[in-house]
Nanobody, 120 residues
Framework: QVQLVESGGGSVQAGGSLRLSCAAS????????MSWFRQPPGKEREFVSR???????NYSDSVKGRFTISQDNDKKAVYLQMNSLKPDDTAIYYC??????????????WGQGTQVTVSS
């Protein structure tokens, strides 16, 4: 069974940096992509960044230029380097995997989330 486990969250002051990690286990990579989402307190979950199997990336406008997504070559870990953090980056950050192995459809997996708190 596929499991995603996030780590690296914590509390920092505005302008600081954090590096989030998402470790995937219990599977063999076939095809798909991995993303980071976040849910600020009292708000809906929102897209942050995505990386595909070829290394192509996408970012939301709110984090572009400050955050960088990357992955290991074996596709079993994904990272989010967060620089120049702002108080409105405070949220629970979730790792998401879309995976397809010999099918026309993708299976979706979510991590449990890791808390990021940015104070002014």
């Amino acid at each position: 069974q596929v499991q995603l486990v996030e780590s690296g969250g914590g509390s920092v002051q505005a302008g600081g940096s954090l590096r989030l990690s998402c470790a995937a286990s219990g599977y063999t990579y076939c095809n798909g992509d991995m993303s980071w989402f976040r849910q600020p307190p009292g708000k809906e979950r929102e897209f942050v960044s995505r990386i595909d199997g070829a290394g192509g990336t996408n970012y939301s406008d709110s984090v572009k230029g400050r955050f960088t997504i990357s992955q290991d070559n074996d596709k079993k870990a994904v990272y989010l380097q967060m620089n120049s953090l702002k108080p409105d980056d405070t949220a629970i950050y979730y790792c998401k995997m879309r995976r397809r192995c010999g099918t026309l459809y993708y299976s979706i997996y979510w991590g449990q989330g890791t808390q990021v708190t940015v104070s002014s």
